[in-house]
């Protein structure tokens, strides 16, 4: 399906900027039950695009986690704005709703919650404190897609101006590579479309059009367009997201019965508010088992296991060195970051893969 759908592509005459595309916002907008969503060639493009959208400029500051993918911080870079780190939760690896109002300063613009693991942020609770200090939210929701929060698809939460998604191979659904917007801001969507295609438009024109193949630059945008070749692979992926979500969750409900309350590592809690969409599977090692987590994780992939690490915290990053964080500024996340593996978790594990994962976990941490 997902091979005929980019055929199909190639055969007709749109390689790009053609109806694969606005097909494939719509289908997610409609999804995730949200106004506008416009398609990037990537989540990171995505995240630019918004920040923009809502008018962030140089000296402004952007509050998220360091618990995410250097991408959600960069994009406040791109624009000269200023990345604010507030600290995480030890259970979850979510931005500490608890901890935020006090990194406000008259700078701040915009807060940007991280969705870590496919685990949603208490939104409710942050949306207040934006709104009690006029800030705005963009929810990071590129680990996110499918998860829901107060029985609504994260994507229109209601909590935030925009969300963003990605369509990496590691995500949730793929499009090779590939972003989305989602918003309910006419004003917004429009900011979007243009930042994705150089600031250039038809509509809504300054000056006078001195014949039919007129259009004006009004803004400084970027190539960020995604091909008809990609939003067609994304649309045969949407039909499948349900069912990807759905075996997500039963690989991660055989995981945590497995896990149940071993001596040696917690995994992420259910929360009382929403539905996670498991982009990953986190366990956190126990403290005393902490200063060995480079040893077992060298076990766990001599047992054939793909583990990885999500994440370094961003601010321990060379180049953020180099700005001039400094380690130690948000001490729950680099806790976090000393005892956290991923484990496997993707659709196309078997029962019987989530088995034998299960038992090689519990060999290496017999055997230490
Ligand atoms: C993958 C990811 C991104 C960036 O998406 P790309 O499509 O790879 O550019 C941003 N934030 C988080 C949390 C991610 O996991």
Same mark, same amino acid.
């Given at each position: 399906?997902?091979? /005929? ?7 007709? @005459? ?45 000296? @402004? ?60 942020? @208490? ?10 200090? /006029? ?68 509509? /809504?024109?300054?000056?006078? =059009? ?31 997201? =349900? ?126």
């Amino acid at each position: 399906m997902d091979i /005929n759908s980019v055929v199909n592509v190639l055969k007709s @005459d749109y390689i790009t900027q053609g109806p694969r595309i606005s097909e494939f916002e719509e289908s997610l907008a409609e999804y995730c039950d949200s106004k506008y969503a416009v398609c990037f060639n990537s989540g990171t493009s995505a995240l630019h695009a918004s920040y923009y959208a809502l008018g962030i400029r140089g000296g @402004d500051e952007v509050i998220t986690s360091p618990i995410t993918f250097v991408a959600t911080s960069n994009a406040a870079l791109y624009l000269d704005a200023h990345p604010v780190f507030t600290d995480v939760e030890k259970s979850t690896g979510n931005m500490d709703v608890s901890l935020v109002e006090e990194k406000i300063t008259s700078k701040t613009k915009l807060i940007v919650p991280v969705h870590y693991s496919g685990n949603p942020v @208490d939104l409710k609770n942050l949306s207040e404190i934006a709104v009690d200090h /006029n800030l705005c939210m963009v929810e990071d929701a590129a680990h996110a897609l499918g998860a829901s929060y107060d029985g609504k698809f994260i994507g229109n939460s209601g909590y935030s101006e925009m969300s963003i998604f990605s369509f990496h191979p590691v995500k949730h659904i793929t499009t090779g590579e590939g972003g989305m917007v989602l918003t309910d801001n006419k004003d917004y969507y429009d900011k979007l479309v243009m930042f994705r295609s150089h600031g250039v438009t038809k509509d /809504n024109l300054q000056g006078e =059009p001195d014949g039919d193949w007129y259009y004006e630059m009004q803004l400084l945008g970027f190539n960020y367009r995604i091909t008809d070749i990609q939003a067609a692979l994304g649309l045969s992926q949407l039909l499948k997201l =349900p069912s990807f979500v759905e075996r997500r969750r039963s690989i991660a409900e055989r995981y945590d019965t497995a896990f149940k309350g071993n001596e040696f590592f917690k995994t992420i809690p259910r929360s009382s508010y929403g539905l996670s969409s498991y982009h990953l599977y986190p366990i956190l090692i126990n403290s005393e088992y902490r200063d060995r987590k480079r040893e077992i994780f060298s076990k766990l992939r001599l047992e054939g296991l793909g583990v990885q690490v999500h994440y370094i915290p961003v601010y321990l990053q060379p180049y953020y060195q180099n700005l001039g964080y400094r380690r130690g500024s948000c001490p729950v996340a680099e806790d976090f970051y000393q005892c956290e593996i991923s484990i496997p978790m993707y659709p196309a594990l078997s029962d019987s893969d989530v088995d034998y994962v299960i038992s090689k976990v519990f060999k290496v941490f017999h055997n230490l």
